[in-house]
């Protein structure tokens, strides 16, 4: 009565855990798999903001040399800052640069947008007003920095709206399809191999049943032997 007890506990432990097995979602299975795989940025938006940072570092570099060149630095400081006019000075150009670089890092960097609304407004800010600049300013009449700045600021303000629109948004967008036809892939590989398991495992053979070996030759010759003692004829 114990053997049969115990075999049929351990039967019932083998088809719980096969249902255990079998009831795992095969969506945390997959997930261990892509833990290691997902980026919290892409290489392409990496490149993206370093570009970003490029252009604020480069116009900052070109206004620290438009100081030096025309005086000092405190002094140039304090007429286009202090007493900055929008005619004459350049300081408004290195705030756009600022500005850029605050709006898209906070859009693609921080936030991880994937659309052109923020490139597309501040390229639009920064081409209008640099347009505006050079017509009604005097830029052109202060020598060579009156050209570089304003051209080098809408030169970088596009670069960076070809990067965005043409490099990073298309391509993770192909890698997001990617990653979903691998997650397919893994989904159907994980279920294939889950139908294909066993539902009942072969367990230990309970103690009721045992085996009967074969009659042996020896009892099989003393029966022959008594048959044809019975058969002898009396005399």
């Known amino acids: 009565m114990d053997s049969q007890c115990s075999?049929?506990?351990?039967?019932?432990?083998?088809?719980g855990g096969v249902g255990n097995i079998n009831s795992t979602p095969i969506s945390a299975r997959i997930e261990s798999y892509e833990g290691g795989e997902k980026k919290c940025i892409s290489d392409v938006r990496r490149t993206f903001c370093l570009f970003v940072t490029f252009d604020l570092l480069f116009?900052?570099?070109l206004w620290i040399i438009e100081l030096n060149v025309n005086g000092g630095i405190e002094e140039q400081?304090?007429?286009e800052v202090v007493d900055y006019d929008y005619h004459k000075s350049f300081f408004d150009i290195f705030l756009l640069a600022v500005f850029r670089f605050a709006a898209l890092i906070l859009a693609y960097a921080v936030c991880k947008l994937r659309h052109w609304w923020a490139i597309a407004i501040t390229t639009a800010i920064t081409t209008g007003f640099l347009i505006v600049k050079v017509v009604?300013?005097?830029?052109?009449?202060q020598g060579a920095f009156g050209y570089l700045l304003p051209i080098v600021s809408f030169i970088l303000a596009w670069i960076e709206t070809w990067l965005l629109d043409f490099k990073v948004l298309p391509q993770e967008a192909g890698d997001e399809i990617s990653e979903k036809l691998i997650y397919n892939h893994r989904y159907l590989s994980v279920q294939n191999a889950l139908d294909q398991e066993p539902l009942l495992h072969p367990g230990p053979v309970p103690d009721g049943q045992f085996y009967s070996p074969p009659e042996s030759m020896a009892d099989s010759d003393e029966d022959f032997d008594d048959k044809y003692?019975?058969?002898?004829?009396i005399v």
């Open 7 to 15: 075999s049929s506990v351990g039967s019932r432990a083998t088809l």
């Open 59 to 61: 116009v900052t570099l």
């Open 77 to 79: 400081l304090k007429k």
């Open 136 to 141: 009604l300013s005097k830029l052109l009449s």
């Open 229 to 233: 003692d019975l058969e002898k004829p």
